[in-house]
T-cell receptor, first 115, second 114 residues
Framework: DTGVSQNPRHKITKRGQNVTFRCDPI?????LYWYRQTLGQGPEFLTY????????KSRLLSDRFSAERPKGSFSTLEIQRTEQGDSAMYLC?????????????FGSGTRLTVV | GNSVTQMEGPVTLSEEAFLTINCTYT??????LFWYVQYPGEGLQLLLK?????DKGSNKGFEATYRKETTSFHLEKGSVQVSDSAVYFC?????????????FGKGTKLSVIP
């Protein structure tokens, strides 16, 4: 297992189009997280899954955003009707069960540019 | 709510210089504290952590001590190398509900010149 994998690495899309990103976590990790990182800022929490259940969503996750983890393995993050403000790095992370101070493993991210 | 404040960058140091990156936090309860590092084109990597007051986290020559009285977790390294050039993020998770969420600072970019 080579860590958390995210695809694509880069995505350029026109405003108004839909985009979907994929995250493959470390296989034994049952927790999966999505974060968004804009230029010059730290990552901000978007949502969290434990197995296939989406247990928490941030207020940042507007109605245009939807995340799924249908079989408790990989996850997808879809953005509908993209806006220029959606341009950011979307980071996925996964972790084992247990206290959060065990730390997470992050993927390299998907950089979205909306033109 | 939780928040993390880091010193503004960028920070430019000569090789073998001493590094300090300041981090202070606001959180309820007893948070766990982390430093993450992001090298160019890569994801975030956990550098070190501390889970209770007066704990010292250390890794790769970097150290940080959890100071509850000053709500701080400053990152230090005695002698930086060119390979330490990266963006460093201070972060925390709270001890209560929602403790799986990491709250990050804005990051501090470090450039080390030979």
């Amino acid at each position: 297992d080579t860590g958390v994998s995210q695809n694509p690495r880069h995505k350029i899309t026109k405003r108004g189009q839909n985009v979907t990103f994929r995250c493959d976590p470390i296989s034994e990790h049952n927790r999966l997280y999505w974060y968004r990182q804009t230029l010059g800022q730290g990552p901000e929490f978007l949502t969290y899954f434990q197995n296939e259940a989406q247990l928490e969503k941030s207020r940042l996750l507007s109605d245009r955003f939807s995340a799924e983890r249908p079989k408790g393995s990989f996850s997808t993050l879809e953005i509908q009707r993209t806006e220029q403000g959606d341009s950011a790095m979307y980071l996925c992370a996964s972790s084992l069960p247990g206290p959060p101070n065990y730390g997470y493993t992050f993927g390299s991210g998907t950089r979205l540019t909306v033109v | 709510g939780n928040s993390v404040t880091q010193m503004e960058g960028p920070v430019t140091l000569s090789e073998e210089a001493f590094l300090t990156i300041n981090c202070t936090y606001t959180a309820t309860g007893y948070p766990s504290l982390f430093w993450y590092v992001q090298y160019p084109g890569e994801g975030l990597q956990l550098l070190l952590k501390a889970t209770k007051a007066d704990d010292k986290g250390s890794n790769k020559g970097f150290e940080a001590t959890y100071r509850k009285e000053t709500t701080s977790f400053h990152l230090e390294k005695g002698s930086v190398q060119v390979s330490d050039s990266a963006v460093y993020f201070c972060a925390l998770t709270s001890s209560g509900a929602g403790s799986y969420q990491l709250t990050f600072g804005k990051g501090t970019k470090l450039s080390v010149i030979p």
